[in-house]
C-alpha cells in the first residue's frame, strides 16, 4: 500500500502516501495526522516543528494566531498565562553551547584576574540612623491587635520575623539630611524591604516626588496620602499620632 500510487492530490493525480503531505488532499479527505503517520505521509512544517517541540499542532496554530497580535494583547494573554501558574514567573536559563570549553576559559580568566585592591578611605558616617529607640516606637505605632507588623506603603504584614522573634522591617527616613538635620523619630517610616528599596529610589532621590509627597501631607486630612513609586500607584499610611507628628515637623521647617 505504502509503495502503489494510490492516494489522490488536490488535482486528482495519484501518488504514493511518501510523496504527499495532508494538505496536498482534496478538500474533501479528513484529515487524520495518526493515520498520516502510519501511512508514512511528508509531513508539513507544523506538524514536524509540533513533533519535535513535543507540542500539538493546536498549540503551533494558535502561536501562530498570538503572534499576529498587538503587543499589549500579547501582553495580556502572558499576564494571564502567568497568574494561572500561580504567578510564579519563569527562571531564567542560560546555558553554554560549549560547557567543558567554556570552564576551561574560565579557569583561565580566574587565574588571571587581579587581586582586589583595597585602600584606606575616610568618610563621614551618620551614627545615627534610625536609633533603636526609633525602631521601637515605629515597631508599637504599626503592630496591629493581631500582633502583626504592617508596611506603611502596601499595608502588607511584613515579610518575616527574625531570629530573636521581632518582624524584619525598615525604618527609612521620610525626607532627606537636608531637610531635617535633627534626629526625630516621626521623621522615619516603617517599610517592608520591597516598599523601602522604591522609596528610596523614587522619593528619596527624586527631589520633586519628594516635594509633592509634603505637600500631599501638608494638605491631606486623610492619613494616607497616594504615593507614586515608578510605576505603581500606591499610597502611604500613618497612624494618627504619626501623621500629627510628620506634620508637625514639616511645618516646622517651612
Ligand atoms: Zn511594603
Known sequence: MLDTTWLPDKQGNFHKPGELKLDDLP????????????????????????????????????????????????KKIETLLQKQDGGQPEFPQSSSADPKRRRERFAEQLAE?????????????????????????????????????????????????????????????????????????????????????MYNEFVKHDKRAMESLKNALMNSEDAKVSLQLGDLDTSVRFVDIHFRDIKTIIEAQE
Open 113 to 197: 584576574a587581579p587581586e582586589k585592591m583595597y585602600e584606606p578611605r575616610t568618610r563621614s558616617v551618620r551614627v545615627t540612623q534610625a536609633t533603636e529607640y526609633t525602631r521601637v516606637w515605629l515597631r508599637n505605632q504599626y503592630t496591629n491587635n493581631k500582633d502583626q507588623m504592617i508596611c506603611q506603603i502596601c499595608e502588607k504584614e511584613m515579610p518575616f520575623k527574625k531570629r530573636d522573634g521581632e518582624y524584619y522591617f525598615e525604618a527609612v527616613e521620610a525626607f532627606s539630611r537636608d531637610d531635617f538635620a535633627k534626629e526625630y523619630e516621626a521623621q522615619f517610616l516603617a517599610m517592608c524591604p520591597l516598599c523601602a528599596a
Open 27 to 74: 478538500q474533501s479527505f479528513e484529515r487524520d495526522e495518526r493515520l498520516a503517520n502510519q501511512l508514512g505521509m511528508k509531513k508539513d512544517v507544523v506538524a514536524k516543528l509540533a513533533e519535535e517541540a513535543g507540542i500539538s499542532q493546536d498549540t503551533i496554530k494558535f502561536a501562530q494566531e498570538l503572534e499576529k497580535q498587538p503587543p499589549d494583547i500579547r
